[in-house]
């Protein structure tokens, strides 16, 4: 099987395969390789250019390519029932699904923050947030409102410290 590149482009080089038994050498090699040298590895290993993450992202991915060409990756039915679990949640919104549920207050939860000397009072629902009588999507156009500047909401309300402890 040939693969078809757009003319004046390189085709992309086929992913080698890793045999089991050197998988531990290369997850040891792993934990001195400098940022120049990971990000070749990630091209060697995925074919595309590296993402602009750390170090530790970008270790922590390339562990898990190298143990994946090694002992395979999910099965193709694997996959499918997970797309299809995520679709019922969220029916193929990339932004709800990118929201992780444990972060956002139970329904019915009534948020009080104090700013420049006035109380303010949020109402979390079901899928949005009652302000002063108007729905916001977010906590974070809320605190926009408030305030007139970009705010994490999270940080805002005092759900989430600025170093991202809950």
């Known amino acids: ?5 757009k003319a004046g482009t390189q085709p992309t080089p086929p ?3 890793i045999p089991p038994t050197d998988v531990l050498g290369r997850l040891a090699a792993l934990t001195t390789m400098t940022t120049p040298d990971l990000r070749q ?3 060697d290993l995925f074919g595309t250019e590296p993402p602009p993450y750390n170090q530790k992202f970008l270790r922590n991915r390339l562990a898990y390519r190298v143990q994946e060409l090694a002992y395979g990756g999910l099965k193709p039915s694997t996959i499918a ?7 019922q949640l969220d029916g193929g919104n990339l932004t709800i699904r990118r929201i992780r549920a444990d972060r956002k207050p139970i329904a019915g939860t009534t948020l009080v923050r104090e700013y420049q000397g006035v ?4 109402t979390v629902r079901a899928d949005d947030y009652e302000y002063q009588g108007r729905m916001y999507r977010s906590l974070s156009a809320i605190a926009r409102a408030i305030t007139g500047t970009r705010w994490n909401g999270l940080v ?10 809950a």
């Open 81 to 87: 029932r997970l797309e299809a679990l995520g679709e």
């Open 1 to 5: 099987m040939t693969r078809k590149t």
């Open 41 to 43: 590895q990630w091209r």
């Open 119 to 122: 109380e303010h009072r949020v």
């Open 15 to 17: 992913i080698p395969s």
């Open 156 to 165: 805002f309300f005092g759900l989430k410290s600025r170093q991202g402890a």
